[in-house]
Each structure stands twice: as C-alpha cells, then as structure tokens.
C-alpha cells in the first residue's frame, strides 16, 4: 500500500470521526478583538488565510495564523467543514510554501485554552475554538 494512499485513507477515516462532533464543538473561526474588532471575513478570505496565501489585514498589518496539530479532531473538523478540505491536504500546501521559500507554515498550539490565549494576546492574531470555549476575550468571525 502506497504512502499517499495510506494517508488519503486516513484522512477519510479521520474526517468520519469528526463529523460526529455536537454543535456546541463545532469549529469557530476567531481574531484578536483588538487589531480586528469588525471581524467579518468572506469564506475565501478564510480559507487564503488559513492556505497562508493571505498575510496581511486589510489596514497592512500582518496576520498571525495559528492552528492545532493535524491529528487533533478540531483541527480535522476545522478543515473539513470550514475550509473544505481534508487536513492532509492543507498540511501538503503549507509543506510546498515552505519548502519553496514563498512562504511558512501557522503557528502550532496545543490546546484549545493555549489558542484561546494567543490568539488574545497576539496582535493580528487569527486561530478557531469549538464554539463552547468562546469568550470576552477573542472575537467570533462572521461570514461576509
């Protein structure tokens, strides 16, 4: 069995079991309430700057992107039901960024509490949560 076949199956396998997440799990894309408070972005504004194409807010700052790791099932649900594709997939598009030097790869965080708290404190800062770890303190995105 070849290696990229094992990953496609895995990956399909994967996806089965994230599409059992309860709703108050399901991924929510979040921003830094301060450097961008209005915090409406179109789904392919999202998905450029999650595919790190996008690297900078509409006032010239730059976006800071950090993620969950690939096996995490909020990352997969992430990928799966917001960005539209399998988590392989994004991982093979931010691999070709940096290995042609055109660009880099998000910041990995732990846990949902460690995302929570950079994304926070972290100026331009964009990331997702399960929608039952929301607080005052990140901003929920809406669709444009």
Same mark, same amino acid.
Request: no cysteine.
């Given at each position: ?15 089965? %079991? ?9 991924? =929510? ?8 408070? *209005?915090?409406s972005?179109?789904? *392919?504004? &999202?998905?450029?700057? %999650? ?11 730059p &976006?800071? =992107? ?46 949902e509490?460690?995302?929570?708290? &950079? ?7 964009i ?18």
């Amino acid at each position: 069995m070849s290696k990229l076949y094992l990953k496609y199956l895995l990956g399909i396998l994967a996806l089965g %079991f994230a599409s059992v997440l309860p709703a108050e799990h399901a991924p =929510v894309v979040i921003v830094n309430s301060v450097t961008y408070p *209005n915090a409406s972005l179109s789904q *392919n504004a &999202i998905s450029a700057i %999650f595919g790190m194409r996008l690297r900078k807010w509409e006032d010239g700052s730059p &976006i800071k =992107v950090f993620v969950m790791p690939d096996e995490n099932p909020l990352h997969i649900a992430f990928s799966k039901y917001v960005l539209r594709v399998f988590p392989y997939q994004l991982r093979s598009a931010w691999d070709r960024l940096v290995f042609s030097g055109t660009g880099e790869e998000p910041v990995m965080v732990e846990s949902e509490q460690q995302m929570r708290d &950079i994304v926070a404190t972290t100026p331009g800062a964009i990331g997702y949560l399960s929608r039952s770890m929301l607080d005052d303190s990140v901003k929920a995105v809406s669709d444009d």
